[in-house]
């Protein structure tokens, strides 16, 4: 009897194995909508997006900047700025520290806000005390869909 259940558990390992072998990429996929970027395998910003109006024909002067960040190293890390690239300016909600292995961003409130751009991506550059500068292209969200219920500016403002 134990080598029927031995063999019913081999059986049944092997073939989920089968199933999954080639189902997944080899790089890792992070499923939103927004840009994402790591720089020194320590800073990560993912789901990056602007929250523009909800009529494309009429673009907002001031857009929402939404982001997840996360630090994966052992100490704080400051957030000194955002700039747009090729011109805008970018108003963050406040200072903002990332605390080792806790994200910041991820509550339903934007971490600044964006004026003088245009376009359905923005290239934007993130810049932490004491590393490189991450640059990314920044989608525009319009307010729809899963965006519809979005604040459009950071608290107290």
Known sequence: MRAIISIVIVMAVAATGCVSVGTYPSQTYVPNSGANADVQGVLHLRNVFLLDGADPSSPSPQLALYAVLLNSGGKPVQLDRVTVDGGGSVQLAGPITLPPNQPVGTGDKPIGTVSGVRGATVPM????????PIRVNVPVQLRAGQYANLPTAPAGR
């Open 125 to 132: 550059t993130f810049v932490f005390g004491g590393t490189a």
